[in-house]
């Protein structure tokens, strides 16, 4: 290190080899002092900042002062290096883009403009570091108003600097309308998807979910395994985890009640008759509670729970030749067979509903069409009112709401399943999915995006989403699902998910998530 200070301060080699040869001790100190003392200052002048800072160059096609940069008729947007000026233009160009977070090592820019070039769009977030911005200009360009332009449209809202006219240059239905003026894009860039997030090693036939005292329970009818799996919400690991599994003989259907605070699970069979569990809360389990009468029920398809008034009700669909779907009641103590429904004509689904402020039970058929029920208050039943006409080979019928009109999804396994609207006293076909092997057309909803699965046992099943101007459902996504049977929707933690149930495979969790196109 000293030999290379020495050479660079050129000192000759002969006085050197004299002073430290010849001189006395004290005067041998004195060269290596001067030695040190050059070394210091040398370190000193190259740790200067002055003698490492870049010279500032002004972009070819700019002028610069001190304060400010005026750039014109630039092709391409100039690299700006970084400097403490407050005014930036760079105008009357022919670029498009601008480079992301340009403006970032500009924090003291006061006044920009951007005007009279060809800008489409610009990045996300560009403005948000110059927090001196007083004034903005980003007339004459060609912005297009869609997802890309969403954040500028919100930062409008909120920025303090005075913003020339913002134009859009479309889409054409927004030509020449100014953004600064807008609330909302009729696109509101946002879609959606649906992303598995678990899967439950068990085939499946139905699913059904529950809240009891802030937790989310799920209930999962899986007859392979001659079970009702019952599921809690973990709120540490975010996931479904087993809390409880109910065993039987050849179970279909786990469909849960909960009355004044006691939570009931009804356990439909094939064998060995049907029964009812009650949670145990002192055992954090389920017991059996109830048997079902065995004579009435001989092969329950479906199981529908309700209230009606005060009053708690379930109906259990029978689909055997000589099935003889049952309506049961509560009465503090129990549940007991109050009405025979239907007689001989293999039942597959029932659904309750709300029509015209009255209640209605739908009853489908493989062996007629659907037939509606009315509950008549005077004598406290069901009485027969009527079908619905042409709609033969129903093996599923789910009701469901968009903007208070009443529709309802009906599952046809061969054919076309079909969406029915309700109006004029009766509900009329408005839209005709092609099914093949399909056991369930189901709706459900999230965040105002209203859907349709329509499952299939040979293909791909179909998810459909509302067009609300065109009011009919649109093909949305495919999702591959073995033989589904089921599309159960469980929300907990402001987080929405599917359970897709399988008669050949797994059990899969689908989670409903939000995508913004304008990022």
């Known amino acids: 290190m000293v030999q290379g200070v020495i050479a660079r301060c050129h000192l000759p080699r002969s006085v050197l080899s004299a002073n430290l040869t010849h001189a006395s001790p004290a005067r041998k100190m004195l060269p290596a002092l001067k030695i040190w003392a050059l070394f210091s200052l040398s370190l000193g002048f190259l740790s200067q900042p002055g003698h490492l800072k870049k010279a500032f160059r002004c972009p070819s096609t700019c002028s610069c002062s001190r304060e400010s940069i005026i750039c014109v008729g630039s092709s391409h947007v100039p690299r700006i290096a970084p400097n403490e000026i407050s005014s930036l233009s760079i105008v009357n160009g022919t670029f498009s883009e601008v480079r992301e977070a340009m403006f970032a090592h500009i924090p003291s820019l006061q006044l920009l403009s951007l005007a009279n070039n ?123 985890r087993t809390y409880d599994n109910i065993t039987g003989t050849s179970i279909v259907g786990c469909k849960s009640v909960v009355i004044q605070d006691q939570v009931f699970v009804i356990v439909a069979q ?75 004509y293999r039942d597959t689904d029932a659904e309750f509903l709300d029509l015209d402020g009255k209640a209605h039970l739908i009853l489908a058929s493989r062996s007629q069409v659907p037939v509606i029920y009315q509950w008549s208050r005077s004598n406290q039943k069901f009485v027969l009112q009527g079908e619905i006409p042409n709609m033969e080979d129903v093996v599923a019928v789910k009701h469901f709401r968009i903007k208070e009109e009443l529709y309802l999804a009906m599952t046809r396994y061969i054919g076309d399943s079909k969406v029915l609207q309700w109006g004029a006293k009766q509900f009329a076909e408005i839209q005709a999915l092609p099914s093949r092997g399909s056991m369930i057309l189901q709706p459900f909803s999230f965040k105002e995006r209203h859907y349709l699965a329509l499952g299939s046992d040979y293909t791909f099943s179909q998810i459909y989403l509302w067009d609300d101007e ?10 591959y699902i073995q033989a589904p049977r089921s599309f159960t929707v469980v929300s907990t933690d402001r987080r929405d998910f599917i359970f897709t149930s399988s008669f050949k495979g797994n059990t899969q969790i689908f989670e409903h998530i939000i995508i913004d196109l304008s990022l």
């Open 270 to 344: 094939l064998f060995g008759g049907s029964h009812i569990y009650k949670f145990d809360e002192d055992q954090s389990r389920f017991s059996k509670f109830q048997d079902i009468e065995v004579s009435k029920i001989s092969k329950p398809n479906d199981i529908e729970a309700f209230q009606i008034g005060s009053d708690w009700f379930f109906v259990i669909a029978d689909s055997s030749k000589a099935g003889l779907s049952t309506l049961y009641k509560w009465n503090d103590k129990g549940f007991y067979s109050y009405q025979s429904l239907h007689e001989w």
């Open 118 to 240: 060809n800008i489409k769009a610009l990045p996300r977030d560009l403005f948000i570091d110059l927090d001196s911005l007083i004034e903005l200009d980003l007339r004459g360009n060609a912005f297009e108003c869609d997802c890309r332009a969403k954040w500028l449209m919100t930062w409008l809202k909120n920025t303090n600097a005075t913003v020339s006219d913002v134009v859009c240059a479309g889409p054409e239905d927004l030509k020449d309308k100014r953004l600064n003026d807008m609330t909302s894009l009729h696109n509101e860039c946002i879609s959606t998807d649906f992303a598995l997030h678990q899967s439950v090693a068990s085939e499946s036939l139905s699913v059904d979910t529950f809240s009891y005292k802030n937790d989310v329970y799920v209930t999962i009818a899986a007859p392979s395994s001659d079970s009702c799996m019952v599921f809690q919400w973990d709120h540490i690991e975010m996931n479904f």
């Open 470 to 479: 065109k009011k009919l459902f649109d093909r949305f996504k495919e999702v």
